[in-house]
Nanobody
Framework: QVHLVESGGGLVQTGDSLRLSCAAS????????MGWFRQAPGKEREFVAS????????YYADSVKGRFTISRDNAKNMVFLQMNSLKPEDTAVYYC?????????????????WGQGTQVTVSS
């Protein structure tokens, strides 16, 4: 059974940074693309970033490009989201997700594996 467990969320101020982590188990992590999504109150869940198995391909939503960086450590079965220059509109529950599909498709496909989410709140 696949488990994805996010951590690292919290309450920060505009302009601050946070690093989210996601620990994966139950899958051959080094072969799976990984991604991050978020859902703000009253809004639909949206794609944030994705990364392929070898870390040489990454994809970002336009809203976070240049501020967020996705990375992974296959030896530790973990994926990270470094978030810099945070804005109040980044406030959301952030979810780690995975599926054996192209990371370029994460934004448009229904994925099989999801974590429980971690809350990020950015105050103005």
């Amino acid at each position: 059974q696949v488990h994805l467990v996010e951590s690292g969320g919290g309450l920060v101020q505009t302009g601050d940074s946070l690093r989210l982590s996601c620990a994966a188990s139950g899958l051959t992590f080094s072969t799976y693309p990984m991604g991050w999504f978020r859902q703000a109150p009253g809004k639909e869940r949206e794609f944030v970033a994705s990364i392929n198995w070898s870390s040489d391909k990454t994809y970002y939503a336009d809203s976070v490009k240049g501020r967020f960086t996705i990375s992974r450590d296959n030896a530790k079965n973990m994926v990270f989201l470094q978030m810099n220059s945070l804005k109040p509109e980044d406030t959301a529950v952030y979810y780690c997700a995975s599926d054996f599909v192209s990371p370029q498709s994460f934004a448009t496909m229904s994925l099989d594996y999801w974590g429980q989410g971690t809350q990020v709140t950015v105050s103005s």
